[in-house]
């Protein structure tokens, strides 16, 4: 790996020769000349194209709704993520920060708790100084996605702002996306300074906290009317015999 030093950077492929960008450097590695695959490299291969695949529409589903910038590592981050997670595992998506460098824990102390009905709860308590800001904003983006067509269906957000110059006594938050598929909801964190928004990526947070999956309704089970039962024609009476005693009693005497 050899790292470009000079004014002129490139990414991408140029004769044998690639360019990209590790840890904040240009880099450059050269093509192999020869790969060889087994049937093992061949699966991780395809489905690490998956998992690409399902981040970039993760990313385009729920970014547009998203004020904070993400950290340049987003993409990979989130990848690793979905191959960790494995497949059709939507729930490892819970946790994801889309700003690497903060996260929402870092604001509440307490954490917030979310109902499947998609509620979100933040309990009172008292909150840590973040720099010079005087006041914070919370926002909650649910987005419902359909993984299996690749379509959004749906979003809904609501807003709070908290003086952190006053106690605070807790809140609550409501969003309702209706419909078929996952509902991603993420909590976004934003600080604000006397004079504006606060861009130190360090008080800045926006989480996964929520994969809500579909709700299937409760269904009453109609329960089945009992058979009927058939008419058993009585036996027939034939000629009826005493059974021989051979001169004992048929009940045993004790």
């Known amino acids: 790996m050899g790292i470009i030093t000079s004014v002129i950077t490139f990414s991408g492929r140029v004769g044998n020769v690639i360019g990209y960008k590790r840890g904040g450097k240009h880099c450059l590695r050269s093509m192999p000349e020869l790969v060889r695959q087994t049937d093992n490299t061949r699966r991780a291969a395809k489905w690490f194209g998956a998992a690409s695949r399902k981040g970039a529409f993760i990313r385009n589903a729920v970014a547009p709704d998203i004020d904070i910038y993400c950290d340049g590592e987003v993409v990979n981050r989130l990848n690793s993520t979905i191959v960790a997670a494995g497949r059709n595992n939507h729930a490892g998506l819970k946790g994801f920060r889309f700003n690497g460098h903060a996260g929402i824990e870092k604001f509440f102390p307490e954490l917030p708790v979310c109902s499947p009905e998609g509620k979100l709860h933040i309990p009172a308590q008292k909150l840590h100084e973040y720099g010079d800001a005087v006041r914070m904003e919370i926002k909650l983006i649910a987005t419902r996605v359909d993984f299996a067509t690749r379509a959004v269906t749906g979003m809904d957000a609501d807003m709070l702002h908290i003086d952190l110059e006053q106690p605070f006594e807790g809140a609550d938050l409501t969003v309702e996306v209706p419909g078929?598929?996952?509902?991603?909801?993420?909590?976004?964190?934003?600080?604000?300074?006397?004079?504006?928004?606060?861009?130190?990526?360090?008080?800045?947070?926006?989480?996964?906290?929520?994969?809500?999956?579909?709700?299937?309704?409760?269904?009453?089970?109609?329960?089945?009317?009992?058979?009927?039962?058939?008419?058993?024609?009585?036996?027939?009476?034939g000629p009826q015999t005493a059974p021989a005693t051979n001169g004992q009693d048929p009940i045993p005497r004790e």
């Open 180 to 237: 078929k598929g996952t509902l991603l909801v993420t909590l976004q964190v934003r600080t604000f300074l006397k004079d504006g928004i606060s861009y130190n990526r360090k008080y800045n947070a926006a989480d996964i906290i929520a994969v809500i999956g579909d709700q299937v309704p409760d269904v009453a089970i109609a329960k089945s009317r009992p058979r009927k039962k058939l008419l058993l024609l009585p036996l027939k009476a």
